[in-house]
């Protein structure tokens, strides 16, 4: 469909303008997410810091500590994030985008929320 759209110089401008417009929104999403995404550890690990002082208090270690934290997380972010690239993956191919293209995109956002994860809690 984009080969078509791109016969004429209007189809041309057309496929360009919309790429910027999907781009800036790409970019715009994942600035958003990533915001939401660091601010709930935040507010996760800010909460619970009392909890967190007690367990230190006891003598867990800062691994272990870290371990139980990142274990809870974890099952909510990675059922959040399956969701979201299944929501996301659907609505690509419903737009015909290549299944390449949804299998990189997904692989990468996984990798990234996964990285963020690991770095919020490990910088705690």
Known sequence: MMEESRMTSLGD???DLTFGINLALLISTFILASNA????MNCLLTERKSELNM????GWTHQRILYKVAKEAFGWVVLSVLIGLLFSGATLL?????????????????WVYDASLFQTV???
């Open 94 to 110: 419903l737009f015909g985008t290549s299944i390449k293209w949804i299998l990189i995109g997904c692989t990468i956002s996984f």
């Open 37 to 40: 995404i660091s601010e709930c």
């Open 55 to 58: 367990y230190h208090t006891i």
């Open 13 to 15: 401008y057309g496929v």
């Open 122 to 124: 490990y910088y705690f």
